[in-house]
Nanobody
Framework: QVQLVESGGGLVQAGGSLRLSCAASERTLSGYTMGWFRQAPGKEREFVAA????????YYPDSVKGRFTISRDNAKNMVYLEMNSLKPEDTAVYYCARSSGSNWPVKADYEYDNWGQGTQVTVSS
C-alpha cells in the first residue's frame, strides 16, 4: 500500500503563498489520479485539486481555480499544490490522496483509496 506524506504547511498572511508537497512511497503513479483535499474545523472534507498522473490533466473546483495549481514530478514521485492569493477561508488541514478510479475528474473523497496524514495551513487576516 502506498504511503503518502504531506509537508509544507504553515502560517501565512492573507494574500500570501504556500507550496505543499506530497511524497509517495511507490516508484510509479502512472494510471492513478492524485488529489488534494482540505478539511476545516467543523466542516466536511472539501476537494481542492486533482491531477491525472499519466497525462498531467488537472481539475479544480471554482473555489480555488486560478489561485491553486497542482503539479507532479514523475522522477521524484512527488505531487505539489501551489497556493497563491491565500484567503483566511483557505485555512484547513490539507490532505494528499491517491485514487485508482478510471473516471475523470475524480473529486469525491470516497473515490480515493490512500490518504496522507495531512498538513495544517493557517491563513491570517
Amino acid at each position: 500500500q502506498v504511503q503518502l506524506v504531506e509537508s509544507g504547511g504553515g502560517l501565512v498572511q492573507a494574500g500570501g503563498s504556500l507550496r505543499l508537497s506530497c511524497a509517495a512511497s511507490e516508484r510509479t503513479l502512472s494510471g492513478y489520479t492524485m488529489g488534494w483535499f482540505r478539511q476545516a474545523p467543523g466542516k466536511e472534507r472539501e476537494f481542492v485539486a486533482a491531477i491525472r498522473w499519466s497525462v498531467s490533466l488537472t481539475y479544480y473546483p471554482d473555489s480555488v481555480k486560478g489561485r491553486f495549481t497542482i503539479s507532479r514530478d514523475n522522477a521524484k514521485n512527488m505531487v505539489y499544490l501551489e497556493m497563491n492569493s491565500l484567503k483566511p477561508e483557505d485555512t484547513a488541514v490539507y490532505y494528499c490522496a491517491r485514487s485508482s478510479g478510471s473516471n475523470w475528474p475524480v473529486k469525491a473523497d470516497y473515490e480515493y483509496d490512500n490518504w496522507g496524514q495531512g498538513t495544517q495551513v493557517t491563513v491570517s487576516s
